[in-house]
């Protein structure tokens, strides 16, 4: 066998043992006579001591060697005269006898050791990448917490099952990767973009309690936290209510951190209507680990002579503020900053206050009245070397744009750096349609089968489809949305007027759901359920800022894969084999 131990295993209490190990070459020290090799495995660092007087041609040999090449190495354990603390095995060495190079390292790409800023590099050597110690350990984090995920899933009853990865293409908010069928030809699969009909086609076959660790793909832009292909906990159960959702969820997730980090979480988790969630924080996934809420200023400027905000509020819309505390001291750039962002989502500016040596500084306090500004004073607890942003508009866009502006102050003055705080959070009772302008239509928040709230019904058949409200629920951790799901429609009747309301004819119903909505004739149950994105809680568990630092494999931010040079083009015989023709705009 190749070795006895792994390089992380032999302690004060081997020694005097023999010893065989096996690895590579991470550190290489010739001082002359002796020589010292630091051998790493994926458990650990042994050092190596090569002695002349002892066997000079394996020392010889040692000398050779380089960082990376692989070798096998059997010898006596000695106690270190210097021990290491730092290092389990930092009390003993290996004192060589014998040695075996079993490859040879070429020119390195970049070190072990350190930290490449090339990202781009790095994945073009991820096999080399993964090698070095963090990222071996992001991938050991993943697969403890995919393994308590299955063992707690396991425990309640639930079953591991697959669904297709070739599928049927149909709307599900991003684009869809296609597959061009060689057998049919003029048709294509879709790569799923999430197994939600199929769950739900699981709960009409009398499943009941169904899970996967699925694989799914979204032709989509890509930022930090998204991938074309990802991995989602995809759960579904039978005769389920959202509190019992709520419950396994919180259980499954006390159960992975207590697998992954060694800590227990609170449970139950607080919880927020989306309505809240957007007039506290102006998002629908806040982080609260800092407070600067947004406060709503109708009732102090309902009477204002200033234009900007009377003129919002006499439109239905609403004038709000955050205080930015004791960040007066903005510079002129980072104010500049943050109106280019509030533009961006929105605004037609951005109205501000500094309180500075005991003055307002503002181009617009001229237009408040002694009366407003006390009663802004008394709202806002402004005090000395505050900041006060506005966001006057709809009630939405001024939501919006206050919420985006808080994240971003709260960064510039790094209110959540080096926090240990698990802040989970319940977002419920979403908005179950939007109006696309662009389109003219209205469509679904979630996804056609998401199912209105009871009371709410009523509305959608009144054509009051901006009112309703969805059965739907996210949860977030720290202002990162980890999962999200709904219970789900499973009445022929309703869904008809939920796709009645969504503009979509018998004819497109048929031609894209005529599969499911045949099922819910033949005695569909109530169903729900939910999706956790893997790769999304395994950075936040990480303490990663991608998820490309928790994948094995994972594409750069233009969807390539450096390592193998895909996509790439394929033989035209290949394509002419699936009737396809290539038509490539090189402009």
Same mark, same amino acid.
């Given at each position: 066998?190749?070795?006895?131990?792994? &390089?992380?295993?032999?302690?004060?209490?081997?020694?005097?043992?023999?010893?065989?190990?096996?690895?590579?070459?991470?550190?290489?020290?010739?001082?002359?006579?002796?020589?010292?090799?630091?051998?790493?495995?994926?458990?650990?660092?042994?050092?190596? #001591?090569?002695?002349?007087?002892?066997?000079?041609?394996?020392?010889?040999?040692?000398?050779?060697? %380089?960082?990376?090449?692989?070798?096998?190495?059997?010898?006596?354990?000695?106690?270190?005269?210097?021990?290491?603390?730092?290092?389990?095995?930092?009390?003993?060495?290996?004192?060589?006898?014998?040695?075996?190079?079993?490859? $040879?390292?070429?020119?390195?790409?970049?070190?072990?050791?350190?930290?490449?800023?090339?990202?781009?590099?790095?994945?073009?050597?991820?096999?080399?990448?993964?090698?070095?110690?963090?990222?071996?350990?992001?991938?050991?984090?993943?697969?403890?917490?995919?393994?308590?995920?299955?063992?707690?899933?396991?425990?309640?009853?639930?079953?591991?099952?697959?669904?297709?990865?070739?599928?049927?293409?149909?709307?599900?908010?991003?684009?869809?990767?296609?597959?061009? +069928?060689?057998?049919?030809?003029?048709?294509?699969?879709?790569?799923?973009?999430?197994?939600?009909?199929? *769950?739900?086609?699981?709960?009409?076959?009398?499943? !009941? *309690?169904?899970?996967?660790?699925?694989? &799914?793909?979204?032709?989509?832009?890509?930022?930090?936290?998204?991938?074309?292909?990802?991995?989602?906990?995809?759960?579904?159960?039978?005769?389920?209510?959202? @509190?019992?959702?709520?419950?396994?969820?919180?259980?499954?997730?006390?159960?992975?951190?207590?697998?992954?980090?060694?800590?227990?979480?609170?449970?139950?988790?607080?919880?927020?209507?989306?309505?809240?969630?957007?007039?506290?924080?102006?998002?629908?996934?806040?982080?609260?680990?800092?407070?600067?809420?947004?406060?709503?200023?109708?009732?102090?400027?309902?009477?204002? +002579?200033?234009?900007?905000?009377?003129?919002?509020?006499?439109?239905?819309?609403?004038?709000?503020?955050?205080?930015?505390?004791?960040?007066?001291?903005?510079?002129?750039?980072?104010?500049?900053?943050?109106?280019?962002?509030?533009?961006?989502?929105?605004?037609?500016?951005?109205?501000?206050?500094?309180?500075?040596?005991?003055?307002?500084?503002?181009?617009?306090?001229?237009?408040?009245?002694?009366? @407003?500004?006390?009663?802004?004073?008394?709202?806002?607890?402004?005090?000395?070397?505050?900041?006060?942003?506005?966001?006057?508009?709809?009630?939405?866009?001024?939501?919006?744009?206050?919420? $985006?502006?808080?994240? %971003?102050?709260?960064?510039?003055?790094?209110?959540?750096?080096?926090?240990?705080?698990?802040?989970?959070?319940?977002?419920?009772?979403?908005?179950?349609?939007?109006?696309?302008?662009?389109?003219?239509?209205?469509?679904?928040?979630?996804?056609?089968?998401?199912?209105?709230?009871?009371?709410?019904?009523?509305?959608?058949?009144?054509?009051?489809?901006?009112?309703?409200?969805?059965?739907?629920?996210?949860? #977030?951790? =720290?202002?990162? !949305?980890?999962?999200?799901?709904?219970?789900?429609i499973h009445e022929p009747e309703l869904q008809a007027k939920m796709f009645a309301a969504l503009g979509v004819s018998e004819k497109d119903q048929q031609?894209?759901?005529?599969?499911?909505?045949?099922?819910?004739?033949?005695?569909?149950?109530?169903?729900?359920?939910?999706?956790?994105?893997?790769?999304?809680?395994?950075?936040?568990?990480?303490?990663?800022?991608?998820?490309?630092?928790?994948?094995?494999?994972? *594409? =750069?931010?233009?969807?390539?894969?450096?390592?193998?040079?895909?996509?790439?083009?394929?033989?035209?015989?290949?394509?002419?084999?699936?009737?396809?023709?290539?038509?490539?705009?090189?402009?």
């Amino acid at each position: 066998m190749y070795r006895t131990h792994h &390089c992380g295993q032999l302690r004060a209490s081997d020694v005097g043992a023999t010893a065989k190990l096996a690895g590579w070459v991470h550190m290489h020290r010739n001082l002359g006579g002796v020589v010292f090799i630091d051998l790493r495995d994926r458990e650990g660092l042994t050092q190596l #001591v090569f002695r002349p007087e002892e066997n000079l041609p394996v020392t010889e040999l040692a000398r050779t060697l %380089r960082q990376e090449d692989v070798i096998q190495v059997s010898g006596r354990v000695a106690a270190r005269i210097e021990s290491n603390p730092n290092l389990p095995t930092g009390g003993i060495e290996l004192v060589a006898g014998e040695m075996r190079i079993l490859n $040879r390292a070429g020119v390195l790409p970049f070190p072990v050791d350190g930290d490449p800023a090339n990202e781009d590099l790095r994945l073009s050597y991820r096999y080399f990448d993964l090698r070095r110690p963090q990222l071996s350990r992001n991938l050991r984090i993943r697969h403890r917490i995919t393994k308590a995920t299955r063992d707690y899933l396991d425990a309640q009853g639930f079953v591991e099952i697959e669904t297709p990865i070739l599928s049927k293409s149909t709307p599900e908010g991003a684009r869809d990767f296609l597959v061009p +069928s060689r057998i049919t030809p003029g048709t294509f699969y879709a790569l799923p973009q999430a197994p939600q009909q199929y *769950k739900q086609l699981l709960m009409v076959g009398g499943i !009941e *309690k169904y899970f996967q660790i699925a694989k &799914c793909f979204r032709d989509e832009d890509l930022r930090a936290d998204r991938q074309p292909e990802f991995t989602q906990i995809d759960i579904e159960a039978s005769f389920v209510v959202p @509190e019992e959702i709520f419950t396994l969820v919180e259980g499954m997730l006390a159960a992975i951190f207590r697998a992954s980090r060694g800590v227990e979480i609170s449970t139950p988790f607080p919880r927020l209507t989306y309505h809240e969630a957007m007039e506290q924080f102006g998002t629908d996934k806040p982080d609260r680990r800092f407070a600067m809420h947004l406060v709503d200023l109708a009732g102090v400027f309902a009477g204002s +002579s200033f234009k900007m905000f009377r003129g919002a509020l006499d439109s239905s819309g609403a004038v709000k503020a955050i205080n930015a505390r004791q960040f007066a001291g903005i510079t002129t750039g980072q104010l500049e900053d943050l109106t280019a962002m509030a533009k961006h989502y929105g605004a037609k500016g951005l109205a501000f206050i500094k309180v500075e040596d005991g003055e307002w500084k503002s181009p617009i306090t001229k237009f408040f009245t002694a009366e @407003e500004k006390a009663a802004l004073t008394a709202k806002l607890q402004i005090e000395e070397g505050d900041l006060i942003l506005f966001a006057a508009d709809q009630w939405e866009i001024a939501c919006e744009v206050l919420g $985006r502006l808080r994240l %971003r102050v709260a960064e510039l003055q790094r209110l959540t750096e080096n926090s240990d705080t698990l802040d989970f959070l319940w977002v419920t009772e979403f908005p179950l349609m939007e109006f696309d302008t662009a389109g003219n239509k209205w469509n679904a928040v979630h996804h056609p089968f998401t199912r209105p709230k009871a009371e709410d019904v009523s509305l959608i058949e009144a054509g009051e489809f901006g009112k309703a409200r969805a059965e739907a629920y996210d949860v #977030v951790l =720290n202002g990162v !949305e980890i999962g999200g799901g709904s219970i789900r429609i499973h009445e022929p009747e309703l869904q008809a007027k939920m796709f009645a309301a969504l503009g979509v004819s018998e004819k497109d119903q048929q031609a894209m759901f005529g599969h499911i909505l045949r099922a819910f004739r033949l005695g569909a149950p109530p169903h729900g359920g939910i999706a956790m994105g893997l790769d999304r809680l395994v950075m936040l568990i990480c303490g990663e800022q991608s998820i490309r630092e928790v994948m094995a494999f994972p *594409k =750069n931010n233009r969807g390539i894969d450096l390592m193998s040079q895909s996509p790439s083009e394929v033989n035209p015989q290949q394509l002419r084999e699936l009737r396809v023709e290539l038509i490539v705009d090189r402009d």
